[in-house]
T-cell receptor, first 113, second 113 residues
Framework: DSGVTQTPKHLITATGQRVTLRCSPR?????VYWYQQSLDQGLQFLIQ???????AKGNILERFSAQQFPDLHSELNLSSLELGDSALYFC????????????FGNGTRLTVT | DAKTTQPPSMDCAEGRAANLPCNHS???????VYWYRQIHSQGPQYIIH???NNETNEMASLIITEDRKSSTLILPHATLRDTAVYYC??????????????FGQGTTLQVKP
């Protein structure tokens, strides 16, 4: 158990809809990272927050947004969903500053029909 | 971030040592080498990391060449449960609290009875 909690585990929704994925980082970790893993793309870095502020951005679509709250949990919002957004979405957390490793949750499997 | 090159797949007999190579010839002085694995769509699991010196923990050993251009992850006694995709990643150590991990395609290790 990595200590990173993601909810829900599974999500099925229709095209055009909006969903919110939630992540609770490990106790003491200030950084939260979001990743997307689809069958043909591998693990893609989306975005990172550190102590409530956006710190790094990867290949995140404009339809997607994220935030980190004062209690350090994070939410990834996906809107105007398309079939191609079906994927596993992972959250990871780390202590402040490298080289502390990232610890990953077990992901949310999103299916868009 | 420096890129890494790994063989796409490897086999190993159960009970034998699994040696997974990684080339990172463009690694910079402030970049660490990290190893993760992913078992069947679970969240990536941290294994080990190092900068210059060889490292060992309860899961594996990491051997980094003196010029730091390559490394080897060693699982001393592979079991069937070690079958997974193994990722070698180089990651910048900085004070900006970014430290995202960029995943490549990894090596699929198949441990056979």
């Amino acid at each position: 158990d990595s200590g990173v909690t993601q909810t829900p585990k599974h999500l099925i929704t229709a095209t055009g809809q909006r969903v919110t994925l939630r992540c609770s980082p490990r106790s003491g970790d200030l950084s939260v990272y979001w990743y997307q893993q689809s069958l043909d793309q591998g693990l893609q870095f989306l975005i990172q927050y550190y102590n409530g502020e956006e710190r790094a951005k990867g290949n995140i679509l404009e339809r997607f947004s994220a935030q980190q709250f004062p209690d350090l949990h994070s939410e990834l919002n996906l809107s105007s969903l398309e079939l191609g957004d079906s994927a596993l979405y992972f959250c990871a957390s780390s202590v402040p500053g490298t080289p502390g490793p990232l610890h990953f949750g077990n992901g949310t499997r999103l299916t868009v029909t | 971030d420096a890129k890494t090159t790994q063989p796409p797949s490897m086999d190993c007999a159960e009970g034998r040592a699994a040696n997974l190579p990684c080339n990172h010839s463009t690694i910079s002085g402030n970049e660490y080498v990290y190893w993760y694995r992913q078992i069947h769509s679970q969240g990536p699991q941290y294994i080990i990391h190092g900068l210059k010196n060889n490292e060992t923990n309860e899961m594996a050993s990491l051997i980094i060449t003196e010029d730091r251009k390559s490394s080897t992850l060693i699982l001393p006694h592979a079991t069937l449960r070690d079958t997974a995709v193994y990722y070698c990643i180089v990651r910048v150590s900085d004070s900006g609290n970014t430290g995202k991990l960029i995943f490549g395609q990894g090596t699929t290790l198949q441990v056979k009875p």
